[in-house]
């Protein structure tokens, strides 16, 4: 279901974060902060998101090998530029450049990341918005913790969440107590 559903406002995800915890109207404001600091979260979620996304990709993997590559063949350049007993150019340190080159080394499999962040972050948010404000945390498709994550991750109305909710420790949530 990645994709679907149609993206929202900031201002409309704030509008029905509230409907979902409906504040009372002394603490709306107080609220009303508590859903966009979650917001702002998400924002950095989702730039976290889109490169992880980007370094699975084929041609990431590609690029990486070709500068770890050129990488390698500097290393080799200004060793023998040294070894002729002349300078390297100042702006070529071979410690910068033996920096790079373990930098960029390919990942083994199992260290690729893998999993999406900003589900995970959006389901983790809402599970703490929902305590503090006293809304029903049940894991249900459609009940006030499943709709506040998907109006946090900014699609509606169907984003499959459940499996993360599933997968969601609040004793290990990151943001536990946050709000």
Partial sequence: ?????????????VKAALEVLKPSSDRRAVCRESVENALGMMA???SSHRIREAERSKA???????????ARRMRAAIVALLATGGGAPACLELERIEEAISASEPLPQQYRPTGSIKPTWAVALAWD???KWGRN?????????????????????LIDL???MLAFEPELSPFRGWF
Avoid: C, F, N
Avoid at 1 to 8: A, E, H, I, T, V
Avoid at 60 to 70: D, I, T, V
Avoid at 137 to 157: E, F, K, N, S
């Fill in 162 to 164: 459940y499996r993360h």
């Fill in 129 to 131: 918005l929902a305590t």
């Fill in 1 to 13: 279901m990645r994709g679907r559903g149609r993206m929202m406002t900031r201002e409309r995800q």
């Fill in 44 to 46: 950095m979620a989702s």
């Fill in 137 to 157: 945390v049940t894991l249900t498709v459609g009940g006030d913790w499943w709709r506040l994550a998907a109006i946090l991750y900014g699609r509606l109305p």
């Fill in 60 to 70: 990431y993997s590609k690029a990486r090998r070709a500068y770890h590559s050129a």
